[in-house]
């Protein structure tokens, strides 16, 4: 049974006798040059269906489709050891790291997306189990889908049981409910959310694991020439049944960068995709990634986030949470329909 540590590059000498690296592809069995899944309108198709204990370490995957939205109308699944419900349920461009059915060129330790022009995926999440692994797609587009895509996992006699499953949440709220945002003056200071009941919620889960982090997408609903900067709120976690609670003091802290940034960066753990236009307007994507700093639970955790200070703003805001955790796990509530998943693109609303 092989124990194996995070650093990869302080165990890259290990000889590992009892493990065999394998690969699930999309290549042409033919030994033509056809490497890819077609996926017709609104089919699904498995493309991964492991038997037995392992691990997958990396996914890379690349789409062609003429649906401008097809990175929100693909859908991702993921189950481990015959569970009833996925683990990972979420919008395939959003899996990846960027939000706003866009792509970017970008890189972290867990998630990347490369040239050309963004379009290039990679997860290098750790996805343990130990009877069984499926991975399938869904295409919600009325469009045919071209997938070309890797699976790349170790081969084991047995799992260790410390390991918990991966699982990833997507969330939408469209456009988040704030206060009258546009006939009150913004209290950035001194208004109070005592409760913190109306806070953006980026995830939850019963049982024992830890959280690893997530992505924030941004559609910035406002158009003035004020200072119009969409963050100011602070993350709030709990942590079994409240024994724990994390208060951090606005969005760019979280999201380790400091003073309303406007500038695109990326670095291992934390950075900004998409940093929105001129006064923070558009679309905006931030991510922070818990890998060297794992939030654990051992009964229950919320992640929640202010929109805005005290949950004055309403913008459409998405996100994806990635953690991992015992199973069995609780069902995620309902997978948005594909016109609940799509991007605004309409005119943003004007500021009177």
């Given amino acids: 049974m092989m124990e194996f540590g995070f650093n990869s590059l302080s165990n890259l000498a290990q000889i590992r006798k009892d493990v ?12 033509a040059n056809a490497d890819f899944f077609t996926f017709k309108g609104n089919e699904i198709r498995g493309i991964c269906n492991i038997e037995g204990a392992g691990m997958i370490k990396h996914i890379w995957m690349t789409i062609a489709s003429g649906d401008p939205y097809y990175l929100r109308k693909t859908v991702i699944r993921m189950w481990w050891d015959n569970e009833e419900h996925p683990s990972v349920e979420c919008p395939i461009g959003d899996f990846f790291g ?111 694991g830890h959280f690893v982090g997530f992505h924030l997408d941004i559609h910035n609903l406002y158009e003035t020439e004020k200072h119009n900067w969409p963050g100011e709120g602070d993350d709030y976690i709990e942590i079994d049944d409240g024994e724990i609670i994390l ?22 753990y934390f950075g900004i995709p998409l940093p929105g236009g001129k006064n923070w307007s558009g679309k905006i994507s931030y991510y922070r990634y818990h890998i060297e700093d794992p939030i654990y639970f051992h009964k229950n955790i919320k992640v929640k986030i202010e929109h805005g200070h005290a949950n004055q703003r309403s913008d459409d805001w998405s996100s994806t949470a990635y953690w991992y955790q015992t199973e069995p796990h609780q069902k995620f509530k309902s997978f948005p329909v594909v016109d609940d998943r799509l991007p605004r693109e309409e005119p943003k609303e004007i500021e009177p």
């Fill in 20 to 31: 065999k690296r394998k690969r699930i592809s999309s290549y042409d069995k033919t030994g």
């Fill in 98 to 208: 960027v939000g706003h059915a866009l792509t970017a060129n970008f890189w972290s330790l867990p998630l990347s997306m490369g040239p050309e022009d963004g379009k290039g995926f990679n997860c290098f999440f750790p996805m343990p189990f130990s009877k069984r692994a499926r991975i399938e797609i869904e295409n919600e587009s009325d469009t045919a889908l071209v997938v070309y895509f890797y699976v790349d996992y170790e081969e084991y006699a047995a799992l260790d049981s410390t390991y918990g499953r991966f699982h990833v949440f997507w969330n939408r709220v469209n456009p988040c409910e704030g206060s009258d945002y546009k006939k009150k003056k913004v209290e950035f200071n001194f208004k109070k959310n005592p409760t913190h009941e109306k806070d953006y919620f980026v995830m939850d889960a019963e049982g024992e």
């Fill in 247 to 268: 208060y951090g003091t606005g969005t760019e802290d979280y999201f380790c960068t400091s003073w309303c940034p406007t500038q695109y960066y990326c670095s291992p």
